[in-house]
């Protein structure tokens, strides 16, 4: 098999790392040419290794761009295609397993990898699970015997393309464009255009997970972003036991916007906030918790012994909840509501997930009949105010909702959620904001209408407009 190889490589500062990548791909029993692109000369790579220098565009972050072209103008000599960036250990094993698993998906999909790191103890942290990013339940396949799925993480700082693959992006008109970032910065996206601009789908194949886990040999990211080896298994199960029909691949809601940003989507791994405590503090009983993901947000808010029961965002992250303690209804709110008719609770919390309903209105006043009379609700959604302070000032301009349909979610504000609230029967309790960590030493001093402006989340806590009689 011949196989064309493209690294890119900034400066000087990964040079150990690219000497370990060039070392791996020389190990293969593959016909291997390589080309490393970078911003300096390299004329010490060795005899086999060609450097191409220079970014395609002024912007120095659009070297990794640099490998389109080659690949297009090679794309009949070689059989497989490998991008890399330079800190990404692609092995051989990597390569025969992708190859094995290309010839029973069909050629729109594409076998994609997760990353990991390793920490001193030898522990991994799979890096790639963080945020917004979670496992698509309604994806999961049988396909030649091998399940496999989608992670919304498109990007692993690299792809594999067999020819026919390579032919079939670049006849999308997705491939070769110039350097440019939209949902990913410029860097991820030139490793993750094939699947997001070429009508190509990634896809993980979870039944041979071990032959898809990369190394990223940095380990930037320990104690920073990613989930331990323990909760990436329990996930992985669950997929298999959705395949397998022995759980359902029902979501509550989809998570993600249709906006270029992630700002407005649901979190996977959130942790409580300083104004959530607050909101908490000193209130007892029993607990809702709709839209739960992996559960440290319950956990830090409740403590171990609160009893918490969730609707989870759906069984597989939910799987990580359900270890933490923390009972879980089907992923389904109508299912859900159903199997709790008989119980009341004296908070429900709502975590970033009211925004992503068509109809939040119609979803509160589902959830108020299991509120226990004097109970409260605690909803959390992104602040709008601050968003829109961000454009007006030119910070950023991060895109803002304007309608569910078009959007996927809803704009939120202060006055929209209470409105949703009053339609519902149910009325403000308490209104704060979680203003930005670097902000928190002034929260005494700003005045509450710049506090409101400053902060990224607003937490609404609200009650019944009219006191209902306990269950039963």
Not at 177 to 185: F, K, L, N, Q, T
Request: a negative charge; aromatic letters at 6%; charged letters at 20%.
């Amino acid at each position: 098999m011949r196989i064309l190889v493209a690294i890119a490589n900034h400066g000087s500062k990964n040079r150990h790392f690219l000497e370990q990548l060039l070392a791996s791909y020389r190990a293969m029993d593959h016909e291997v040419d390589i080309v490393v692109l970078s911003d300096l000369p390299k004329h010490d790579l060795g005899a086999d290794i060609e450097v191409q220098v220079g970014a395609p565009t002024s912007n120095p972050w659009s070297l990794p761009f640099a490998h389109r072209a080659i690949f297009a103008a090679r794309a009949e000599q070689y059989d497989l295609f490998i991008y890399s960036e330079d800190d990404t250990l692609i092995e051989q094993r990597h390569v025969d397993a992708f190859m094995e698993v290309s010839g029973v998906l069909p050629e729109d999909q594409i076998a994609g990898f997760m990353r990991f790191e390793r920490h001193p103890s030898g522990a991994r942290s799979i890096c790639s699970m963080h945020s917004h990013y979670r496992w698509d339940p309604e994806s999961v396949a049988v396909v030649g015997g091998e399940v496999f799925a989608s992670f919304l993480n498109e990007h692993s700082a690299c792809y594999m393309l067999t020819a026919s693959q390579l032919a079939r992006a670049l006849a999308s008109g997705g491939f070769m464009v110039p350097a440019h970032e939209g949902r990913y910065d410029m860097l991820v996206s030139a490793a993750t255009d094939p699947y997001t601009s070429c009508g190509l789908l990634r896809r993980i194949c979870v039944s041979r997970i071990e032959d898809f886990m990369i190394s990223h040999l940095p380990n930037v990211y320990l104690n920073k972003l990613g989930v331990t080896e323990a909760e990436f298994d329990l996930q992985i199960d669950a997929l298999k036991a959705i395949a397998q029909g022995r759980l359902a691949a029902d979501v509550l809601v989809d998570p993600c916007s249709k906006l270029s940003t992630g700002n407005w989507d649901l979190p996977c791994y959130p942790k409580p906030t300083a104004r959530m405590l607050e909101m908490v503090a000193s209130m007892p009983g029993r607990v809702l918790s709709v839209g739960c993901t992996a559960g440290d947000l319950e956990r830090g808010l409740f403590g171990p012994d609160r009893e918490v029961v969730a609707v989870p965002l759906d069984n597989v992250i939910g799987a990580v909840a359900r270890s933490r303690g923390i009972s879980t209804t089907s992923p389904n709110l109508q299912t859900a509501i159903a199997e709790l008719d008989d119980r009341r609770f004296e908070i429900i919390l709502i975590h970033q997930a009211l925004q992503h309903f068509a109809d939040p209105v119609a979803v509160l006043r589902k959830l108020k009949t299991l509120l226990a009379s004097g109970g409260r609700m605690i909803i959390v959604v992104p602040n709008q105010p601050h968003y829109r302070l961000r454009q007006r000032v030119g910070r950023s301009r991060p895109p803002l909702p304007t309608n569910h349909a078009r959007d996927g979610v809803h704009d939120t504000s202060a006055a929209v959620v209470g409105g949703w609230l009053l339609e519902a029967g149910l009325r403000t309790d308490r209104t704060r904001h979680e203003i930005m960590p670097r902000f928190n030493r002034f929260s005494g001093l700003l005045p509450s209408a710049l506090g409101s402006w400053l902060a990224p989340t607003l937490i609404v806590r609200a009650m019944l407009q009219q006191p209902v009689a306990e269950a039963g």
